[in-house]
T-cell receptor
Framework: GQNIDQPTEMTATEGAIVQINCTYQ??????LFWYQQHAGEAPTFLSYNVLDGLEEKGRFSSFLSRSKGYSYLLLKELQMKDSASYLC????????????FGKGTTLSVSS | DADVTQTPRNRITKTGKRIMLECSQTKGHDRMYWYRQDPGLGLQLIYYSFDVKDINKGEISDGYSVSRQAQAKFSLSLESAIPNQTALYFC??????????????FGPGTRLTVL
């Protein structure tokens, strides 16, 4: 079966750094995505990792270790608008199924 | 204008009724997907289509059917709606091919309530 685990909830304060972890056990692997979803809205793409290592994009970075089945999303200089759910998703193979999503981590940023 | 649109945005229906949710896209993508999202359960794939002649079942296809009328249109039908199909439904699209991330772009969602 396919399994993707993330913490359900996290809290942090403005200006801080937060790391959201994701572990996965899937039948195959062809890339890991992070999406941001504000309440009641559509998910929006944040980052993609297919090779081991860190991908940096402004205040957001994403890390992948394929051997450990592990990824994290790092958010720096937190802002109130970063309060949202963060979804980890794995593409099992290029030509086959679509994305398998974790249940999401709800991040609350307070002042 | 939005690249991926869904109609209706909200719908309340009764048990046993047939309902269709529609998705249109102007991104020119070949691949389209339907997901449902329930509180605390994340996004679950219902059906996906990699081109007009290709339809595939996802994780939770029972009770649903789809139609890919054109490259730009992908409809989801509930033949006989039941209360546990109450959820937020998202349509998504993506490109095909090895040169991009092939990330999925989501529509705004349809909130469906089955009484």
């Amino acid at each position: 079966g396919q399994n993707i685990d993330q913490p359900t909830e996290m809290t942090a304060t403005e200006g801080a750094i937060v790391q959201i972890n994701c572990t996965y056990q899937t039948s195959g692997f062809n890339g890991l995505f992070w999406y941001q979803q504000h309440a009641g809205e559509a998910p929006t793409f944040l980052s993609y990792n297919v090779l081991d290592g860190l991908e940096e994009k402004g205040r957001f970075s994403s890390f992948l270790s394929r051997s450990k089945g592990y990824s994290y999303l790092l958010l720096k200089e937190l802002q109130m608008k970063d309060s949202a759910s963060y979804l980890c998703a794995v593409r099992v193979n290029q030509a086959g199924t679509a994305l398998i999503f974790g249940k999401g981590t709800t991040l609350s940023v307070s002042s | 204008d939005a690249d991926v649109t869904q109609t209706p945005r909200n719908r309340i229906t009764k048990t046993g009724k047939r309902i269709m949710l529609e998705c249109s896209q102007t991104k020119g993508h070949d691949r389209m997907y339907w997901y449902r999202q329930d509180p605390g359960l994340g996004l679950q794939l219902i059906y996906y289509s990699f081109d007009v002649k290709d339809i595939n079942k996802g994780e939770i296809s029972d009770g649903y059917s789809v139609s890919r009328q054109a490259q730009a249109k992908f409809s989801l039908s509930l033949e006989s709606a039941i209360p546990n199909q109450t959820a937020l439904y998202f349509c998504a699209t993506s490109e095909a091919g090895p040169t991009t991330y092939n990330e999925q772009f989501f529509g705004p969602g349809t909130r469906l309530t089955v009484l």
